[in-house]
């Protein structure tokens, strides 16, 4: 018999009982689909983060005072441990450093031909630019001389440009900071979100002697800092860099061996690695709990195919008493349960893909269908349909063909 009757044999099977075959197959189409969802929500989830936190900026280590130093758990507004002669020891003393910039970060309402945007306002110097990974799209950064000076100049993010002025050119343009009057000289370049659906585009930058003496006032020290960003020249010098920067803040401050630092760093590329790692194993995780129900559609289409060889007994052994061999029994069963796998592979991972992109949609998240979720999906239902088929094909194969046709 030749191999392509076998399929015809067997096609006809699985056509010939549409309603048992579709319910056979619903186990795989919902292991298939529950995989290929949990694995593209994991991956989406997993670009996310990292876009989340390479908005920060590439190679960058952030430090912040220790507002939990001390018997006394201290409030936010009272770690002041930082200060400007911090941020230029790094800048001359520490190797492989791109680049230092100190910054204070208030709240203000900003108003302007008669339209006013409440938003975030930065107090940094020039290099805050390449410390952040961020570009003028229109004008000019403040320059050191005029940061020095703590002129009242402004760059202004995207969605506050356009929040104030629409899609007029805002350059030139005088703006009101609370009660305080400036000028605005740039426009930075879109960067999207970030974090949990944080505006990277919402913040204002000023000189940081200007916001320390207009804006913060007296809630500082005249020399005090909130962060100080620092980014290393390479990837590769990153973690050198971070324990310089320990090391060199702890001598400034004075901290003996022994005690705890007043000062905390971040950095970026460990906080990146560590979160990707977590997601992974997630999504690991979902996979295989998604996985079972895989297992459940195998053991639903072993059952069936015994089902349909108890019924098939009379065809069966007719079929061997005309001259089929038990190989092409075995085959035809075979070939049956891998239909009907395959087919429900093919289905579950269509929903699958759906269904990831209406998350995705849904979630705001990029929708990341892995490229070998096809093949793994497919592969998965020819193996499931393998060997959950063996079983019956082999119980069929063994009938006796006089006894089969003996039997009603």
Known sequence: MRFYELIRFAVGAIVAHPMRSALTSLGVVIGVAAVVMMTAIGLGAQ?????AISGLGSNLIIVMPNFQRGPVSQGAGAGQSLRDADAEAISRQVEDVAAVAPSVTSRAQLAADGANWNTRIEGVTPEYLIARDLVISNGRMFDEREARQGRKVLVLGATVARELWGDADPVGRRVRVRTVPFEVIGVL???????????????????????RSRLVGRRFRGDAIQTIYVKSNEAETLDRVQEDVVNLLRDQHKIRQGEEDDFQTQN?????????????????????????????GGVGIMNIMLVSVTERTREIGLRMALGAKRSHVLIQFALESIALSMAGGLLGLL?????????????????????????LALGFSMAVGLVFGAYPSWRAARLDPIEALRRE
């Open 268 to 296: 970026m590329a460990s906080i990146l690695a560590t979160m990707q790692a977590a997601v992974a194993t997630f999504t690991i995780f979902l996979a295989a709990v998604a996985a079972v129900s895989l297992v459940v």
């Open 189 to 211: 370049e879109s960067k999207g979100q970030a974090g949990l659906g944080q505006d990277q585009d919402d913040v204002v930058l000023a000189p940081l002697q200007a916001v």
């Open 47 to 51: 670009q996310r983060i990292t876009g």
């Open 351 to 375: 929903i699958g893909i759906g269904g990831a992109l209406t998350v995705a949609k849904l979630a705001g998240w990029p929708a990341a269908i892995p490229p070998w979720a096809a093949p």
